[in-house]
């Protein structure tokens, strides 16, 4: 088997064209067999080499990789269309010859003409210059007119072809105009272009989406009339947004740079983009790549439209949050935690650290963009700002909670810095000290070391906080403040708050004597 994909480098990669790469992927590399990269760039106006770059980096962060490419090339090659053309040049001029296509010299407004009589008969637009003569083109043609050339579609004829997914597939060529294959300006259209790089690059299987059944049976003429055999074809159904339509970005984001963006790892993205028309079977859903291209079957792909579902996706990405090494969870994490504003380049030491802090964010998080939010108890402490929250200020209004801070700051004074026994120590002698339990007892701690009624657990994060207030400024992390500072400083805001309560009371008094 041979397979490819060919994406136009005129944006970013779409979702929907990243699972049709993969179902490429997936069969090539079950089978044995070959997978291709191949840059369709002949639209000049849009193809640029940064899109081009973008979509390769997308594959290869995807793990999708090719055997032969732009990059590395091959024994099919050149990949790019644009460095192709002296082939398509060299097959049309066959057409032309055989009498399989024909010059056309029509400008814009006379095609559109052409275009609006054919609406109104109901019959495909039939150009004017088909019935040029030979001699009467080649005049035209050395007087210095560019025409484009256009494929001589047969007449009465019925085009058939077996689709994997769809079945037997029928078209008319009454229905069928004649293709532009040779723009004015030298460049392949489209139709063209795939026929002679699928058939010179032996491609064996073509999937791709729907969207280009009505192209299929313009090839397979192409085919035809040049002497190669075509590929057996398979048109998967499009990728449709939660109304139904195809995914586009009035539904969020779209492209495979937006949700890497986002904090999606590589292989949720692809294991969800493989669920969507095609099942593992089984009821197993969680496979990784390996596994996937080891079942993969094109006969057991659906040909109804399967909608894209970013909470089926996040909950796919949960999973390979809580089973992925903390050390790469923590270094994909870094530009995360900048957007953020913790800014922070960590050093080897560093990155030790911040993977140990993993554990308390992979568990409860759909994406790494989401990790900086989790682990903030941990890098930002800010007491004043805390008792500004009125359900915290609330809170320690209560004589229990203050009390309970109050013995945590003096237990805190004269201790080392914590691990987790030592908490768990601190915690019981709080609890001896003041009778508080339960709840009683450790909101009140976690209001005063963290700043937060939320958070992770805090015999994870209580012992990461002073593990981090030990770290150099070499590290790279940015400066922890400790749980005994954290301590002193909410007792003090604590005081202040209840001064100034005070003040406003005795102020109020004053004013109504």
């Given at each position: 088997m041979r397979l490819r994909f060919a994406p136009s480098p005129t944006g970013r990669l779409h979702v929907g064209n990243a699972r049709t790469a993969l179902f490429n992927w997936l069969l090539a590399r079950g089978r044995g067999g070959t997978f291709i990269l191949r840059i369709e760039d002949t639209d000049v106006e849009r193809s640029t080499r940064e899109s081009e770059q973008a979509i390769i980096r997308d594959l290869?962060?995807?793990?999708?990789?090719?055997?032969?490419?732009?990059?590395?090339?091959?024994?099919?090659?050149?990949?790019?269309?644009?460095?192709?053309?002296?082939?398509?040049?060299?097959?049309?001029?066959?057409?032309?010859?055989?009498?399989?296509?024909?010059y056309c010299f029509c400008t814009a407004t006379e095609l559109e003409a052409e275009r609006q009589a054919a609406v109104a008969t109901g019959k495909p637009p039939r150009c004017p210059c088909r019935t040029l003569s030979r001699e009467e083109a080649q005049t035209r043609f050395d007087r210095g007119e560019r025409p484009a050339v256009r494929f001589r579609v047969p007449a009465d004829r019925e085009v058939v072809f077996t689709d994997i997914v769809r079945g037997d597939v029928r078209f008319h060529t009454d229905v069928i105009g004649d293709?532009?294959?040779?723009?004015?300006?030298?460049?392949?259209?489209?139709?063209?272009?795939?026929?002679?790089?699928?058939?010179?690059?032996?491609?064996?299987?073509?999937?791709?989406?729907?969207?280009?059944?009505?192209?299929?049976?313009?090839?397979?003429?192409?085919?035809?009339?040049?002497?190669?055999?075509?590929?057996?074809?398979?048109?998967?159904?499009?990728?449709?947004?939660?109304?139904?339509?195809?995914?586009?970005?009035?539904?969020?984001?779209?492209?495979?740079?937006?949700?890497?963006?986002?904090?999606?790892?590589?292989e949720a993205l692809v294991n969800y983009l493989a669920l969507i028309g095609w099942s593992p079977g089984h009821n197993e859903e969680l496979l990784p790549l390996d596994d996937l291209a080891k079942r993969f079957a094109l006969e057991k792909v659906g040909h109804s439209a399967g909608v894209f579902d970013e909470e089926k996706l996040a909950w796919v990405n949960r999973h390979y949050l809580k089973v992925a090494d903390p050390k790469r969870l923590a270094e994909l994490s870094i530009p995360h935690f900048r957007d953020a504003g913790i800014e922070m380049r960590p050093s080897t030491q560093g990155l030790e650290f911040l993977a140990a802090t993993m554990p308390m964010a992979s568990t409860s998080v759909d994406r790494l963009n989401q990790v900086p939010g989790r682990l903030a108890v941990v890098f930002q402490y800010d007491a004043v700002s805390a008792l500004r929250d009125p359900t915290i200020a609330a809170e320690m209004r209560d004589d229990g909670a203050r009390a309970v801070v109050t013995a945590l700051a003096e237990e805190l004074a004269a201790a080392p810095r914590l691990d987790r026994e030592r908490f768990r120590a601190i915690a019981n002698q709080v609890k001896a000290r003041t009778g508080q339990k339960g709840r009683a007892l450790f909101h009140p701690i976690r209001l005063a070391l963290t700043g937060r009624a939320e958070g992770p657990e805090l015999d994870l994060a209580v012992p990461a906080i002073d593990r981090g207030a030990e770290l150099p400024p070499a590290s790279g992390i940015p400066k922890i403040l400790g749980n005994r500072e954290r301590a002193a400083a909410f007792i003090k805001a604590l005081e202040t708050d209840r001064d100034d309560e005070a003040a406003k009371i005795s102020g109020t008094h004053e004013g109504h004597n």
């Open positions: 290869k962060w995807l793990g999708l990789d090719w055997d032969e490419g732009p990059d590395g090339g091959g024994g099919h090659g050149p990949y790019r269309q644009s460095e192709r053309l002296h082939l398509y040049g060299s097959y049309a001029q066959e057409l032309l010859s055989a009498g399989a296509a024909y293709p532009v294959i040779v723009r004015g300006d030298g460049y392949p259209a489209y139709n063209f272009a795939v026929v002679v790089d699928d058939a010179l690059m032996e491609v064996t299987h073509v999937i791709r989406g729907e969207d280009h059944i009505s192209n299929t049976p313009r090839q397979l003429l192409l085919y035809e009339a040049l002497g190669f055999r075509p590929p057996i074809f398979a048109h998967l159904a499009l990728v449709m947004g939660p109304d139904h339509s195809p995914l586009s970005k009035r539904h969020g984001a779209t492209s495979v740079a937006e949700f890497r963006s986002k904090g999606y790892l590589p």
